[in-house]
């Protein structure tokens, strides 16, 4: 049965782009999603991060995969270690690239290992803005309101566009 996964993707190191790339299609390669569609790239300053930072790229995909949210975070911890990202880190430590299982179908878990719907997800103006160019009326399981009236009540006047259609065609 196919399901519906919101995933992010940050990152704020080297060739910002082509790491959002290549992290998409290592994901169709190992998940081989039936459809996969995003939203648009944003750039935002990097927040309690060491001085020097770069700017962090992000964007949300959705994906429709016929595999278990437990199963698809799996892959997305892989994808990122083949990525070049530490198992351990330091918090708001620089990365090539940063996957966050947003939500998953109706699937709902407090799971410390796997928390779904993502728990911060509709604080953060960069999550909020991209996954609204693809899902504005989605309305996430426990939440009253839909991603479009959660993007207005947060600040995202630091989430600048990049570039509105960016990715490949599958």
């Not at 990365?95 to 509709?122: E, I, K, M, N, W």
């Amino acid at each position: 049965m196919l399901t519906p996964f919101g995933i992010a993707l940050g990152t704020n190191l080297g060739d910002r782009l082509t790491h959002l790339q290549r992290g998409i299609a290592l994901l169709k390669e190992r998940v081989c999603p039936a459809a996969l569609i995003s939203g648009g790239i944003y750039e935002t300053e990097p927040v309690d991060c060491a001085p020097g930072t770069q700017a962090f790229l992000n964007t949300v995909i959705e994906i429709e995969a016929d595999c278990t949210p437990p199963e698809l975070h799996a892959h997305l911890q892989a994808i990122e270690q083949v990525m070049g990202r530490p198992a351990v880190r330091e918090k708001n430590s620089p990365r090539t690239l940063d996957l966050d299982l947003l939500y998953a179908g109706s699937f709902v878990s407090d799971d410390p290992l796997l928390t779904v719907p993502h728990p911060r997800l509709h604080r953060r103006g960069f999550v909020l803005q991209p996954l609204a160019d693809i899902r504005p009326d989605l309305v996430l399981p426990g939440h009253a309101k839909s991603i479009r009236e959660y993007l207005f009540l947060v600040d995202a006047s630091e989430v600048r566009l990049i570039q509105k259609d960016w990715m490949k065609p599958c």
